[in-house]
């Protein structure tokens, strides 16, 4: 599977950004789609994950009623929308992807970053 993110950029504090993530390559529906994010300094830490049906959602507690996470199985594509952006969400974002039944925190594959920066 072929990750490739797009959609970073700079904000201001409580501006909105969506995150895309485009697959190629295998199944995607075999894979449940997740986004992890590193700030500088910090281990990289899941934000958002989406089984392939669609069903199972996992949202980090700090980003819980703020970013959203979507799957478009038509379009092989996975977004994050994220709204009220705060500094502290400033990192380089990830797009991953796990094979269904698998660990949701050890990816099978790796997209590229994108830069998330949230200017105060």
């Known amino acids: 599977v072929q990750l490739q993110a797009s959609g970073g950029g700079l904000v201001q504090a409580g501006g909105s950004l969506r995150l895309s993530c485009a697959a190629s390559g295998r199944t995607f529906s075999s894979y449940a789609m997740l986004w992890f994010r590193q700030a500088p300094g910090k281990e990289r830490e899941l934000v958002c994950g989406?089984?392939?049906?669609?069903?199972?959602?996992y949202n980090l507690d700090s980003v819980k009623g703020r970013f959203t996470i979507s799957r478009d199985s038509a379009e092989n594509t996975v977004y994050l929308q994220m709204i009220s952006l705060k500094p502290e969400d400033t990192a380089v974002y990830y797009c991953?992807?796990?094979?269904?039944?698998?660990?949701?925190?050890?990816?099978?594959?790796w997209g590229q970053g994108t830069q998330v920066t949230v200017s105060s």
């Open positions: 991953a992807a796990v094979h269904e039944g698998k660990r949701w925190d050890v990816p099978d594959y």
């Open positions: 989406i089984s392939w049906s669609g069903f199972r959602l």
